[in-house]
């Protein structure tokens, strides 16, 4: 397995989280995974273990590269793990970019990691059953295989899975840099890594791979469309055959309720007395009058995609109500000083803490009746799998991962319930969704009910690990 990011090593979003669970759990499972990284600067070489082994010449441009091979593990050494060391593109303040640009060499860095990758996991007689990418960051690996690769005896044998996290990062370079990939011409093609007169590294992934997937069954749907495809939906609906999509997991012991050590009390579907302590402990850290009102949620990157500006129309009409609302976010400025008027307005109401803040988050799905997360587009979503977890109902936009994991009530359907969603991504639609959740809430009998069963889900990583080895061993049957 091949990525650019993994818990608890190298982190910038969801990416990781995956990465960092998954090869651990098809270890837990009897499978032999190994998982290749960037040795970037910011790894805690202690925490993996991490020792240098090898020195390699790794061909780049017509002049071979020296990089050199640390080797260590992660998962309490269940899973080994190769890092890929060249100082001068790894060892930096950050993973892709700096100060809202990325780094002008990102393809260099990447081309040089794929590569090395695919040398240094050369075994003879032992070649690996699957090479398993993600995203565009590694995307050149699937190529590779497909290519420089095919007639190799170490990897001759090797399917290829492509995990898409999200279509909206494709890894697009002018064509100008394509040399330095290191593949002939005759590959930039429409049909393979030329798009719109760019390099686009995603598209060559999507291409190449024996087999697709992304993070949801919904999503996987979407992107075959204009709507949500970022140009690449012709593509997927011509391999839809070859396409799945597999919800992530959550790390079932970080978010527990039970145990949760950022939270003043515990609880679980047995017993929910500490939900109410949760409660009022959140009132009285935010600031916000300690009494029984429903309590809302919000803990978001404050982003389009996030369906925000539909929360910035409803708010002010919200909070007319008899209701709290707690906020956690970072993101868009204008999102920033809309929030912080807000807050100044209905200051018994609404509390806004702008920033990252890993502990308040789990305070906040710990303390919350209601959780907004009403994403335009979702490729699979922790934020709501947490609050159904923790008993915090969501109120989701159908679409993506929400659509897949959210039971939405309606009062002619209210037994398999866990959540409320709504389709048009218009305020007033989300406002009426609101209303109705409210209306639910005021039936204590039925609100109980409607949160054990959210908390009785299993979205544990076992679920998800089983359905990624049946998709490697579907594509080692291609
Ligand atoms: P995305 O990766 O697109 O931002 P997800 O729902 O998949 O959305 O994951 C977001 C994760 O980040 C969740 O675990 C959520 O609790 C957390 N999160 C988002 N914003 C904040 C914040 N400001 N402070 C703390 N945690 C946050």
Known sequence: ?????????????????VVGALPIELARLGHEVRLALPRYAGIDSKAAGLRKTATMRVPWRGKPREVGVETGSIGGGTVPLICIRHDPFFARAELYGEGGHDYPDNLDRFVLFCRAVMEAC???????????????QTALAVVYLKTLYRKDPAWAKTRALFTIHNIGYQGTFPVLA????????SEYTSERLEFWGQLNLLKGGLVYADLLNTVSPTYAREIQTAEFGHGLEGILQMRKERLFGVLNGIDAQIWDPGTDRHLPAHYSVDD????????????????????????????????????IDLIVDVLPKLLDFDVQMVALGSGEPQYHAYLTSLRERYPHKLAVSLGFNDGLAHRIEAGSDLMLVPSRYEPCGLTQLYSLRY??????????????TVVPYRPDARSSATGFSFEKPDP???????????????????????????????????????????????????
């Open 428 to 478: 007033e639609v989300l406002l009426s969704t609101i209303l109705l959740a409210l209306e639910a809430y005021r039936d204590k009998e039925e609100w109980r009910a409607l949160m054990m069963r959210g908390m009785k889900q299993d979205f544990s990583w076992e679920r998800s690990a089983k359905q990624y080895v049946e998709l490697y061993e579907r594509a080692m049957a291609l």
């Open 1 to 17: 397995m091949l990525a650019s990011e993994a818990v608890p090593l190298a982190k910038t979003g969801g990416l990781a989280d």
């Open 272 to 307: 929910l007395s500490g939900k109410k302590v949760c409660k009022l402990a959140l009132q009285q850290e935010m600031k916000l009058p300690a009494r029984e009102v429903p309590l809302f949620g919000l803990i978001s990157r404050l982003a389009f995609q996030k369906g």
């Open 122 to 136: 050369k075994e003879p007689g032992r070649p690996p059953d699957v090479l398993h990418a993600h995203d565009w």
């Open 391 to 404: 008993g915090a109902v969501p109120i989701v936009r159908k679409t993506g991962g929400l659509a897949d």
């Open 178 to 185: 394509y040399d330095t990939i290191g593949l002939p011409w």
